[in-house]
Each structure stands twice: as C-alpha cells, then as structure tokens.
C-alpha cells in the first residue's frame, strides 16, 4: 500500500490531506500516520493534487558511510559501527520541490538513499528483536551535501543541513521487500547510482537496533539509510531523479538560491 500526503490543486482550502495511492488514484482517509482511517470516499486523480512529503517526522536520522563502494569512492576507512547524523526538519522538502544551491559553496552532491519510516514508538530494541512491528514503511530519500564545508568542518551538521537539502518522498510503501531494493538515482535522465540494498555494511533491522539504544524513534520518524556509490555534483539547471522500484520516482530540479 502506498501512503500519501497532499493537497488538492486549485483547491481555496490548502490544507494537507493524507490518503492511499492506488494507481493514478488518491484516496484520502479519515486520519494521519501511522494508523490510518478508512477511507472518506473523495478521491481525485494523481495531477489533480501536489504530494507533499509522505510523513511529518520530529527527526530524520541519516546513516554516513553505509556502502562499501561509496566508502571506497569518498576515500573514507570503513565504519566499525553505524555512523550516525541529523538533518533538521527545515532541510525537508516535497516531490517537485526545488533544490536550492546556496552560493560559493563548492561542490555539493545528491546522495540518492532508501528511508525508513517508523510506525510505532521505538526504544532499546534487543540485539534479535523483529524490527518489523515498528516500521510504517520506506520512501525515497536525497540527502543532498556540501562536500567541501563536510571536509571542512569534519563534521556533518553544516553540510547536510541547508534548507532544501533533503528532498523526500513521493509516497511510503507499506510492503516493500527492502532486502530486494535498489537505489537508483538519474542526473538529467542519466543513470548514476545502482546500488542494492543488501550492500549495505549495517541493514535496516540492525540500524533500527541500533539507534533505539541510542535515541526513542516516534511514529513517523525517517532513517536515511546510507547512498550507494556514484554520487557526482549537482548545478543549477540539473534535474536528479531517485528512484526505488516499488516506491516511485523522487523528482526535484536544481537552482542557485534565490532564482527562479
């Protein structure tokens, strides 16, 4: 089942609707994530609505170096356990949104990743625990960096944490096979990440242990699980597409800040 959240185009009354995409369909239902209600019997066509993103997490945890190809690419020594980080809230934008590169930054590269919705409050998982009771779902997600000021700084913070810098969605699949999953991501139709998920150094039941000893994970809650190798830069001008079959496409343009 695909999740959704949105807005009705045209609409005076803007206000963010969640619903189930069947096809070209938007159904809307009666309540929010992560239990939704039955369905209100309006619906509109997939054109007939802006996706906003799919959830309104309290925080996004990221996963650094989660590859071994990108660890390898990036010149970076691998992790001996996961490498964790925030991107804020106001970093967030929807499917369709533009990315906005602010200037005399360097380079700054799109990181095409699989995220991890949770569903259900999460906290000191045990080392065998299913984690599957607690996740909602997966999404797409661009954890778009500042190359430079992330060498700079040695930290991530900064770099990942520019408004627009983390474009996500469009939906939450309920029923994804993550460990069948890749991660594609097309700059200007070209492809340039095709990494499977199950190269991941720490897979998405152990990162879910892992950082519910470290923090409470809330329903609605996005893991950004790491990017496969190819990541390249971004300009203004470009399109960057990520993409998971079964979830859809993430789709954003690319400007310098403050154009149109």
Not at 93 to 120: H, K, N, Q, S
Not at 141 to 160: I, T
Not at 162 to 181: R, Y
Request: include cysteine; proline fraction near 7%; glycine fraction near 10%.
């Amino acid at each position: 089942m695909k999740l959704c959240r949105f807005q009705v185009t045209g609409s005076n009354e803007q206000k963010v609707c969640t619903g189930v995409l069947d096809g070209n369909t938007v159904h809307e239902v009666s309540s929010e994530w992560p239990i939704a209600g039955s369905r209100t019997g309006r619906q509109w066509a997939l054109d007939q609505v802006h996706l906003v993103t799919p959830v309104a997490p309290s925080k996004i945890v990221c996963v650094g170096r989660n590859y071994k190809m990108h660890v390898a690419e990036m010149g970076k020594t691998l992790p001996t356990d996961p490498l964790i980080f925030f991107k804020p809230l106001s970093s967030l934008i929807a499917p369709g949104e533009t990315i906005e590169l602010p200037p005399d930054l360097g380079r700054i590269d799109y990181e095409g990743e699989l995220g991890v919705v949770i569903g259900r409050r999460c906290s000191q998982l045990g080392p065998d625990e299913d984690v599957a009771p607690y996740l909602l779902g997966f999404t797409c997600v661009n954890d778009v960096s500042a190359r430079e000021l992330q060498k700079k700084d040695g930290l991530f913070a900064r770099a990942k944490g520019f408004d627009t810098f983390c474009p996500l969605g469009p939906v939450i699949e309920t029923e994804l096979d993550w460990k069948q999953a890749r991660v594609q991501t097309r700059l200007n139709g070209e492809l340039k990440q095709n990494g499977a998920v199950s190269d991941m150094i720490f897979p998405v039941d152990m990162l879910v242990r892992f950082i519910s000893q470290v923090m409470t994970l809330l329903p609605g809650d996005v893991i950004a699980t790491g990017t496969p190798e190819g990541v390249s830069p971004l300009k203004a001008g470009d399109v960057v597409e990520v993409s998971i079959e079964g979830i859809g496409k993430l789709r954003n343009p690319v400007a310098a800040r403050g154009a149109r």
